[in-house]
């Protein structure tokens, strides 16, 4: 039953994603000089799937805590150049669409992918990446996934050059890191 329900939520994203929008945000990745990524606590795995994606084409990039504090000290640190990117899975935590609003103030281009295009931080966004509202949490978790999933190939297919040979270079390190050799 629950592998019937998530090959539907993933199906439902297949179907209804915005493939327009989804080129929208990878040209403004692709124009940042920097990502910072605004995660729910839900959302935080997805937003450290993209942080890890984006490192390995080399975009500058980083997840903010979501705590009030860090929110603040990021939107005074970002500037007109930057992408505040949300990763908001259930629309609980109003800090964030409050911290788009401010980013969008201060001129500063926001995109988020949510959980469901009724969220507050997604009315506050220039672009959005909408999954289907799930009423469960954990299909939620799981449809935000593919969204990011999606969006990564996007990445890996338009910024190809960006992305060759890093496999095998993170390889290398890996195999020398493990190994201890200098």
């Known amino acids: 039953m629950t592998v019937k329900r998530m090959s539907a939520a993933v199906e439902q994203v297949g179907k209804l994603l915005d493939v327009d929008a989804v080129g929208r945000l990878v040209k403004k990745i692709g124009a940042a000089r920097r990502v910072v990524i605004v995660p729910d606590g839900l959302g935080q795995v997805a937003a450290y799937n993209l942080l890890n994606l984006l ?3 080399g975009f500058l990039v980083s997840v903010v805590q979501p705590g009030v504090v860090d929110l603040a000290r990021t939107m005074l640190a970002a500037n007109r150049q930057d992408l505040v990117v949300t990763v908001d899975v259930a629309g609980a935590t109003p800090y964030i669409a409050r911290a788009m609003y401010e980013a969008t103030r201060l001129g500063i281009d926001t995109a988020a992918i949510v959980g469901a295009a009724s969220h507050e931080s997604a009315r506050e966004a220039d672009v ?8 469960d949490l954990g ?15 996007a990445l890996r297919w338009k910024y190809a050059d960006r992305f060759e040979g890093k496999e095998e270079a993170i390889e290398a390190v890996f195999e020398r890191i493990i190994s201890g050799i200098r």
């Open 55 to 57: 490192e390995q084409g």
């Open 128 to 135: 959005v990446l909408a999954a289907q509202n799930q009423t």
């Open 139 to 153: 299909m939620a978790v799981i449809s935000v996934d593919m969204v990011v999933y999606t969006l990564a190939e």
